[in-house]
T-cell receptor, first 115, second 111 residues
Framework: DAGVTQSPTHLIKTRGQQVTLRCSPKSGHDTVSWYQQALGQGPQFIFQYYEEEERQRGNFPDRFSGHQFPNYSSELNVNALLLGDSALYLC??????????????FGPGTRLTVL | QKEVEQDPGPLSVPEGAIVSLNCTYSNSAFQYFMWYRQYSRKGPELLMYTYSSGNKEDGRFTAQVDKSSKYISLFIRDSQPSDSATYLCAMKASGTYKYIFGTGTRLKVLA
């Protein structure tokens, strides 16, 4: 059973550029959440996608946007990169259970370095 | 004050010891609690999921939630060097999809 996969593994960009990160959820999962994890910190919630719509958003600027495709895979786009955007970007997928009860399974992450 | 507080460690214990990892929180609405293990430069791995109060056991791991004290714990029995990692707690309230994470506790189990 394939787990959550993310690509690319590593990425180096310069300030002002744009980046797209990709995520394929675990088999049987239809909800995708994105997190940013700075060095030495816990993951910070960026947003969650369900049925191709952004369902909830964390405290991140509009430079961060996303998309979910009909096959449940997802992309995270970051525009106008800043040095502070350097972090590990994590994708987590969840099975749809009753109400809002869910667990989250993380992928290996994409390490973004902004120079 | 952060919503979720977690001692960053590092916590060093000898192999075979019982490890206790803890998080405190300020939001009494939190009802869903998870513990993750994260090895260096890897994604977090889900260890335990608990709803509301009480205990849950899975192999060498036991999770406890004390909502009256706003305190959760993860116990690891017979700790192994392979348990050396950072342990993250995460929690959320009903009606939201956003999990709040602690900063993580770094654990070292010495052979």
């Amino acid at each position: 059973d394939a787990g959550v996969t993310q690509s690319p593994t590593h990425l180096i960009k310069t300030r002002g550029q744009q980046v797209t990160l990709r995520c394929s959820p675990k088999s049987g999962h239809d909800t995708v959440s994105w997190y940013q994890q700075a060095l030495g910190q816990g993951p910070q919630f960026i947003f969650q996608y369900y049925e191709e719509e952004e369902r909830q958003r964390g405290n991140f600027p509009d430079r961060f946007s996303g998309h979910q495709f009909p096959n449940y895979s997802s992309e995270l786009n970051v525009n106008a990169l800043l040095l502070g955007d350097s972090a590990l970007y994590l994708c987590a997928s969840s099975p749809l259970l009753q109400d809002d009860t869910d667990t989250q399974y993380f992928g290996p992450g994409t390490r973004l370095t902004v120079l | 004050q952060k919503e979720v507080e977690q001692d960053p460690g590092p916590l060093s214990v000898p192999e075979g010891a019982i490890v206790s990892l803890n998080c405190t929180y300020s939001n009494s609405a939190f009802q869903y609690f998870m513990w993750y293990r994260q090895y260096s430069r890897k994604g977090p791995e889900l260890l335990m999921y608990t709803y509301s109060s009480g205990n849950k056991e899975d192999g060498r791991f036991t999770a406890q939630v004390d909502k009256s004290s706003k305190y959760i714990s993860l116990f690891i029995r017979d700790s192994q060097p392979s348990d050396s990692a950072t342990y993250l707690c995460a929690m959320k309230a009903s009606g939201t999809y956003k999990y709040i994470f602690g900063t993580g506790t770094r654990l070292k189990v010495l052979a």
